[in-house]
């Protein structure tokens, strides 16, 4: 016959049972504890952001900088002063537009705190700010005389000469070589004429 009875054996089983019960599972203690803080860095593949649909853009000389918060499930844009939560991260374009355009107001205006300003600083050394101001701005009232079509060439009321770009023909359709015109013109770096718009002729 066995050793056991079956009160020893139902005793011994519920001692083994409460014992076990009392001790935590390791990994319950490991999940239940606080987890260090991990952030990690990454680039937002965006450069390039269109603003007034598209008729200005707005170029970043290299890609935003994302530090992460992996625990929070929060990024921070560096030098931009963006904080985001990582579920709205398609939404960044957006901001960083409405962060510039907020610090470009504000400086026009002078009414830019220091902390902002240092913050503005910034921000210019990673924007094409040249370019941005370029197509930002409106365009002059400029009169002219159309010398010839091939090459495009005009030559402007200051008694200066411009070979336009041959993107800009359909505008002088109308125009014969010898026309005095008006328009209103928008030009680049080095003065380039860029964009030649509501062209009129000027009567003799």
Same mark, same amino acid.
């Given at each position: 016959?066995? $050793?056991?009875?079956?009160?020893?054996?139902?005793?011994?089983?519920?001692?083994?049972?409460?014992?076990?019960?009392?001790?935590?599972?390791?990994?319950?203690?490991?999940?239940?504890?606080?987890?260090?803080?991990?952030?990690?860095?990454?680039?937002?593949?965006?450069?390039?952001i269109p603003?007034?649909?598209?008729?200005?853009?707005?170029?970043?000389?290299?890609?935003?900088?994302?530090?992460?918060?992996? !625990?929070?499930?929060?990024?921070?844009?560096?030098?931009?002063?963006?904080?985001?939560?990582?579920?709205?991260?398609?939404?960044?374009?957006?901001?960083?537009?409405?962060?510039?355009?907020?610090?470009?107001?504000? $400086?026009?205006?002078?009414?830019?705190?220091?902390?902002?300003?240092?913050?503005?600083?910034?921000?210019?050394?990673?924007?094409?700010?040249?370019?941005?101001?370029?197509?930002?701005?409106?365009?002059?009232?400029?009169?002219?005389?159309?010398?010839?079509? !091939?090459p495009?060439t005009?030559?402007?009321?200051?008694?200066? !000469?411009?070979?336009?770009?041959?993107?800009?023909?359909?505008?002088?359709?109308?125009?014969?070589?010898?026309?005095?015109?008006?328009?209103?013109?928008?030009?680049?770096?080095?003065?380039?004429?860029?964009?030649?718009?509501?062209?009129?002729?000027?009567?003799?």
């Amino acid at each position: 016959m066995s $050793a056991f009875t079956a009160t020893e054996f139902g005793a011994s089983q519920f001692a083994s049972s409460d014992h076990f019960a009392n001790k935590v599972p390791t990994q319950v203690v490991v999940a239940s504890s606080v987890a260090p803080s991990k952030s990690i860095t990454y680039r937002f593949p965006q450069q390039i952001i269109p603003l007034d649909d598209g008729r200005t853009l707005l170029r970043l000389r290299e890609a935003p900088l994302l530090t992460v918060d992996s !625990n929070q499930m929060h990024f921070e844009v560096e030098n931009w002063g963006i904080k985001m939560n990582c579920e709205d991260v398609a939404d960044l374009p957006r901001q960083i537009a409405r962060r510039f355009l907020t610090l470009f107001s504000k $400086a026009d205006n002078n009414v830019i705190g220091e902390e902002e300003r240092l913050e503005w600083l910034r921000i210019l050394d990673f924007v094409d700010c040249t370019q941005f101001n370029i197509e930002r701005s409106a365009p002059q009232y400029a009169e002219g005389t159309l010398l010839k079509k !091939n090459p495009l060439t005009v030559e402007w009321h200051d008694g200066s !000469n411009e070979v336009l770009s041959p993107s800009l023909a359909s505008i002088f359709f109308p125009l014969n070589p010898g026309d005095n015109f008006s328009a209103f013109i928008k030009t680049g770096k080095e003065q380039r004429t860029l964009v030649v718009e509501r062209i009129s002729l000027i009567p003799v």
